[in-house]
């Protein structure tokens, strides 16, 4: 027998006359504490019969083996508790999931509805992916940067924002820290990557949007071409996965029942107007061939690559220059496309990158096509005035990929606290 302390929150109490069996959730999984009423302490008893589920204890006790096929369960007898507090009874939810509830209330009482061993494991494995990307960025030479999230003019054209006065002035809140991440590769940096908040305006209910997300931001200097940035990608996403198959792939299958796939390299690549001919022929229906694919259209497209090309990633080339940013590198000789790429991972896409236009005169001649006031990204300009390297980036959408990866219906699930545009509480 081993003496141990654990601490959590009570999970459930069974009474059997006389053995009482409490379940805790504490942050190595649930424990059994076991309880003789005729052999313990009754002064300890009483403590005990005060507890209420989802009580806030720490027990310390000796462990015993439980007798078993795996002969691997144990169970803690009692020795002393100590009462954190005492939970309110009944509860708004029950945080097993035994009793279902609406994906509303869930949110509402999300501290309670984090309270499992599958919920927590959504987080875990996103705290390895952001260790696994980092690990990968700063072995090949990265630098990270935190760019600022109030700035004084939009960051992407076309994107919805929220704007917020800022000391007698309009100030916004950045949809993408792309202006600075050009920036640092301007300032010599030539490799650099940012994990931050990131806010857009769009008045979207839907399973795969949010109005506040984390995005994994990176560029890259020097390039020849962005396929430069696409094999980048892939290379690093595909170190990442290795490590989170080898770390949790077994919890992941216990937990979500999905494996987790280590894509091939190459990704496959498709051109919009070839994913436009898939979409069409799957549906029956015409697609707008000017604008991206949309959600149903992705799903199809995932569809036809991992049953066609045996594949969960796909990267989508030769976007139309109507549905990109003006600092998107065009090609001479086909102005109507772009030098960019969506990567779709099991029909959602997850990240838009590109070569951008890093010479001064053709921005200016794109951000006037798009009708931007040059005045107000003057600063941005700037950049390219004085010497700018060629280069090229992505924007990452974590938890959409960890949405995917774990195979959850809602991009909310893979977010701690959500934000849509109802949701401001809690």
């Known amino acids: 027998m081993v003496e141990v302390s654990i601490e959590g929150f009570v999970e459930e109490i069974r009474d059997l006359g006389g053995i009482r069996f409490i379940k805790v959730?504490?942050?190595?999984?649930?424990?059994?504490?076991?309880?003789?009423?005729?052999?313990?302490?009754?002064?300890?008893?009483?403590?005990?019969?005060?507890?209420?589920?989802?009580?806030?204890?720490?027990?310390?006790?000796?462990?015993?083996?439980?007798?078993?096929?795996?002969?691997?369960?144990?169970?803690?007898?009692?020795?002393?508790?100590?009462?954190?507090?005492?939970?309110?009874?009944?509860?708004?939810?029950?945080?097993?999931?035994?009793?279902?509830?609406?994906?509303?209330?869930?949110?509402?009482?999300?501290?309670?509805?984090?309270?499992?061993?599958?919920?927590?494991?959504?987080?875990?494995?996103?705290?390895?992916f952001e260790r696994y990307a980092r690990e990968y960025f700063i072995e090949n030479g990265f630098i990270e940067i935190h760019s600022p999230k109030l700035i004084g003019a939009p960051s992407e054209s076309g994107a919805e924002v929220f704007s917020l006065p800022y000391f007698g002035r309009e100030a916004f809140l950045a949809q993408s820290p792309q202006f600075y991440k050009q920036m640092a590769i301007c300032s010599g940096f030539n490799r650099v990557f940012e994990i931050g908040p990131v806010f857009r305006a769009e008045q979207s209910f839907t399973y795969r949007h949010s109005t506040e997300f984390t995005s994994l931001d990176v560029e890259i200097g020097y390039i020849n071409s962005f396929e430069d940035i696409i094999s980048f990608e892939q290379d690093w996403l595909v170190y990442i996965?290795?490590?989170?198959?080898?770390?949790?792939?077994?919890?992941?299958?216990?937990?979500?029942?999905?494996?987790?796939?280590?894509?091939?390299?190459?990704f496959p690549q498709i051109t919009m107007t070839e994913a436009y001919d898939i979409v069409e022929g799957a549906s029956g229906a015409k697609v707008d061939r000017t604008s991206d694919l949309n959600s149903d259209g992705e799903k199809e497209l995932g569809k036809y690559v991992k049953e066609k090309l045996k594949s969960e990633f796909v990267f989508l080339t030769e976007f139309p220059e109507?549905?990109?940013?003006?600092?998107?590198?065009?090609?001479?000789?086909?102005?109507?496309?772009?030098?960019?790429?969506?990567?779709?991972?099991?029909?959602?896409?997850?990240?838009?990158?590109?070569?951008?236009?890093?010479?001064?005169?053709?921005?200016?001649?794109?951000?006037?096509?798009?009708?931007?006031?040059?005045?107000?990204?003057?600063?941005?300009?700037?950049?390219?005035?004085?010497?700018?390297?060629?280069?090229?980036?992505?924007?990452?959408?974590?938890?959409?990929?960890?949405?995917?990866?774990?195979?959850?219906?809602?991009?909310?699930?893979?977010?701690?606290?959500?934000?849509?545009?109802?949701?401001?509480?809690?």
């Not at 096929?69 to 945080?95: F, M, Q, R, V």
């Not at 198959?245 to 894509?263: D, L």
Request: glycine share 6%; aromatic share 10%; charged share 25%.
């Open 25 to 128: 959730y504490t942050t190595n999984g649930y424990k059994q504490v076991t309880i003789n009423k005729k052999k313990i302490d009754q002064s300890l008893l009483a403590e005990f019969d005060k507890l209420t589920r989802q009580s806030s204890i720490r027990v310390v006790g000796e462990e015993k083996f439980i007798p078993g096929k795996d002969n691997s369960g144990t169970e803690i007898h009692p020795s002393s508790i100590k009462i954190y507090s005492i939970a309110s009874s009944p509860l708004p939810l029950e945080p097993s999931g035994k009793t279902p509830a609406e994906v509303d209330t869930r949110f509402e009482w999300r501290f309670l509805d984090l309270r499992s061993d599958k919920h927590r494991m959504i987080f875990k494995v996103q705290t390895a």
């Open 241 to 266: 996965i290795k490590k989170i198959k080898s770390q949790y792939g077994k919890e992941i299958m216990e937990n979500f029942g999905t494996e987790v796939i280590v894509p091939k390299i190459p």
């Open 322 to 426: 109507s549905v990109r940013p003006f600092y998107h590198m065009k090609p001479e000789n086909n102005p109507n496309t772009t030098y960019s790429a969506d990567l779709i991972y099991n029909g959602l896409e997850i990240t838009t990158l590109a070569q951008r236009e890093h010479r001064y005169e053709k921005l200016v001649e794109q951000a006037k096509a798009k009708g931007l006031h040059l005045h107000n990204i003057e600063f941005y300009l700037n950049f390219f005035k004085y010497g700018a390297p060629s280069h090229g980036g992505f924007g990452f959408g974590l938890s959409r990929m960890i949405m995917q990866l774990l195979d959850l219906k809602n991009v909310r699930e893979s977010t701690f606290i959500p934000r849509d545009p109802k949701t401001l509480f809690p």
